[in-house]
Structures are given as C-alpha cells and as structure tokens.
C-alpha cells in the first residue's frame, strides 16, 4: 500500500482514486482539528471541505518536502485561523461524541459547565495560540509537526502554548473562583 505521500504524487497526476483515499484517510482528522479550534460542527465541516478542494488544487504542484500529514495539517490550520478571524466566537454546551453512559444529572452539568468554560477560554486566545494548543494537546503533535506545520520555528511553538497555556490557567482559575463564589460550579 503506498503511503500518503505517494498516494498524494498520483492525486497530483489525476488519479481520482488515489485523491478519494486521501479524503478517506483524513476526512474525521479535518474536522475534528476544525471543530476543536472553531467550537462550531457545521464551520468544521465548511473548513474540512475546503481543506481538501485546496488539497485537490494544489495536488499537481505537490512536492514532498515535509510529511503529507504536515503538509496538510498546514492547510487546516490556515483555514482555521482565517475562519476564526471572520466569526463570532459560538459557546457550546456539550462537546459532540461524548461517551454519555447515563451519568448522574449533576455530574453531567458540572461538565457541562466545565466544557462551556473551556471553550469561552479558548476562545479568548489568539488564533495562533489556539491552534498551537489544539495540535499539541488534542492532535498530539510533537513542537517540530506543530512547526512546519504553522511554518514556524520550534521556538515559537514553545512560546506560544507557553503563553496559551497561561491564558487558559488564568482565565479559568477566574471562572472557577467567580463561578464557586456564585455557588454556579458544584465543587
């Protein structure tokens, strides 16, 4: 079986076939990047979609200077921050496809409420920090993946999760201390 590099060389010659078991291999990775960085399913599934007619385009002119899955981790992520730049930032109950094995209520509402407060914190960041954390800590990207594939240095990965990182410690030790001082948090 050829590997995805390969497999990208003959979508870039006009094999179909090839193209469609690239969309195959990638599709669920593309959006759930998307919808960890955009919170937002149909958004994640807009920027999926573009990400493999970009993919589709630039085929002919591939060359595989670093790994397929970075190359096209590079696309997501640009399409991520682009999108985020243009949209209101959506706050979301329940993230989809949680395993749901009847949970006690308030169980189910303290993560609810955690899941809720997470996102508003990453929404917060700036899009490249967001990005940054969403490959590290969701994709479990290495720094030197994370890297060429936001086409920076390894350095600056470091200092942007750092930084997000930091963010989100803030932001949420705000929200747990406000929300346990409100009584809105069960603790």
């Not at 050829?2 to 195959?24: H, K, R, S």
């Not at 981790?73 to 094995?101: A, E, F, G, H, N």
Request: charge should be negative; aromatic fraction near 8%.
């Amino acid at each position: 079986m050829p590997n995805d590099e390969e497999t990208m060389l003959a979508a870039g010659q006009g094999d179909l076939n090839a193209f469609e078991n690239i969309v195959l291999r990638y599709q669920k990775t593309a959006w759930q990047i998307a919808y960890r960085f955009l919170g937002d399913a149909a958004e994640a599934e807009d920027v999926a979609q573009d990400a493999f007619l970009k993919l589709l385009a630039a085929a002919p002119r591939y060359h595989p200077s670093a790994s397929f899955r970075t190359f096209f981790y590079r696309i997501v992520s640009r399409l991520c921050i682009d999108r985020s730049r243009k949209m209101k930032p959506i706050y979301l109950d329940q993230v989809p496809d949680t395993p749901d094995p009847q949970p006690h209520v308030s169980d189910r509402l303290a993560s609810a409420e955690r899941t809720a407060a997470i996102r508003r914190a990453m929404n917060a960041l700036p899009p490249n920090q967001r990005m940054a954390i969403v490959l590290r800590h969701y994709d479990e990207l290495d720094y030197r993946s994370i890297a060429e594939s936001m086409e920076i240095t390894e350095k600056a990965v470091e200092r942007l999760l750092a930084r997000g990182r930091e963010h989100m410690r803030h932001s949420l030790a705000n929200l747990l201390e406000n929300a346990s001082r409100e009584g809105d948090f069960p603790c």
